[in-house]
C-alpha cells in the first residue's frame, strides 16, 4: 500500500495540526492497520500511536496520551492524527506506516512507510 501525509506545517506552541494519512493502491485499506511515528533532527525515530483496521482499538506513547488523537476513516482510506496541546520538543517529522499485523509501538512490525510530513512547533 503507498501512503501519503499531509496536513504538517509551522504552529505555535500551544497550538493545534491536524495530520492525514491517506492510502493508495490495490490491497484494500481495511487490510492495515496504521501506526503514526516521528523523527526530529538527531534523535531516532519513535512511536506516536497506531489503531486496528476496525479503528476499535488504538495505542499510543505514554508520553503522548491525552493530547494527540488517532482516528480512521476507511470509507477515504484515511488515518488522521490530532494534535493538541503542541510543544517545541514535538517538532519533528511524522510518518504514517501499515502493518497486516497487530498494532504495535515496534517500528520493525510496519512494512510501508509514507514520505513524512514536517512539524514545526515555535515557542
Known amino acids: 500500500v503507498m501512503l501519503a501525509e499531509s496536513g504538517g506545517g509551522l504552529v505555535q506552541a500551544g497550538g493545534s495540526l491536524r495530520l492525514s494519512c491517506t492510502a493508495s493502491?490495490?490491497?484494500?485499506?481495511?487490510?492495515?492497520?496504521i501506526g503514526w511515528f516521528r523523527q526530529a533532527p538527531g534523535k531516532e525515530r519513535e512511536f506516536v500511536a497506531a489503531?486496528?483496521?476496525?479503528?476499535?482499538?488504538?495505542l499510543y506513547a505514554n508520553s503522548l496520551k491525552g493530547r494527540f488523537i488517532i482516528s480512521r476513516d476507511n470509507a477515504k482510506n484515511s488515518v488522521y492524527l490530532q494534535m493538541n496541546g503542541l510543544k517545541p520538543e514535538d517538532t519533528a517529522v511524522y510518518f504514517c506506516?501499515?502493518?497486516?499485523?497487530?498494532?504495535?509501538?515496534?517500528?520493525?512490525?510496519?512494512?510501508?512507510w509514507g514520505q513524512g510530513t514536517q512539524v514545526t512547533v515555535s515557542s
Open positions: 489503531i486496528t483496521w476496525t479503528g476499535d482499538s488504538t
Open positions: 493502491g490495490r490491497t484494500s485499506f481495511t487490510t492495515f492497520d
Open positions: 506506516a501499515a502493518t497486516r499485523a497487530s498494532i504495535t509501538e515496534d517500528g520493525a512490525v510496519y512494512d510501508d
